[in-house]
């Protein structure tokens, strides 16, 4: 079986600022979100986690996967998409010149500026890692975990539902909330 979760909570999440590469810690209300899903989801196997390299996502594995025997491995593949030079702006979904904004809106619609990330490149990178990775191991019998973030996790969701790219967002994007895949 195939299970996705993204990191607990930062304090840019809090703020409403764009993440995406910048390296942000979890916070302590993030830490304490990781020891709850920890609790909840105590009764499920996993026989392998592979990560984000970013620290909220890292913090966040450790923190659910304590105790257990569990291997975490961190793939670059799982990094969220990068957002160029927008990343730490607040409340984008307020500022409709910033064209970051259509990617939550109107995600068909994105086009990458300014350093950021293209859905496309997101997809396919994404994709890639669920053929070598992910695909291989569910299909031999293991409970695969991934823990990453909100816009890779919708990549990887959107491709093992079939999900059109206009509902990229439709599963939403909670923290530390275990989704089952398909």
Known sequence: MLYIMRHGKTDWNLK????????????????????????????????????????????????????????????????????????????????????????????????????????ENLIKRTGNFLEEVAYPLVESGKDVLIVGHGAMNSSIIGQVRHIPLEDFWVEGIENCRLIKLP
């Open 16 to 119: 409403h600022k764009l993440q995406g590469r910048t390296d942000i810690p979890l916070n302590d209300m993030g830490r304490q979100m990781a020891r709850e899903a920890k609790e909840r989801y105590k009764d499920i196997n996993f026989d392998v986690c592979y990560c984000s390299p970013l620290i909220r996502a890292k913090e966040t594995a450790e923190l659910f996967l304590e105790d257990r025997d569990i291997p975490i491995i961190y793939d670059d593949r799982l990094i969220e998409m990068g957002f160029g030079i927008y990343e730490g702006i607040e409340n984008v979904f307020d500022k409709p010149e910033c064209p970051i904004r259509v990617l939550f809106f109107t995600p068909a619609e994105y086009e990458a500026v300014n350093g950021a990330e293209s859905l």
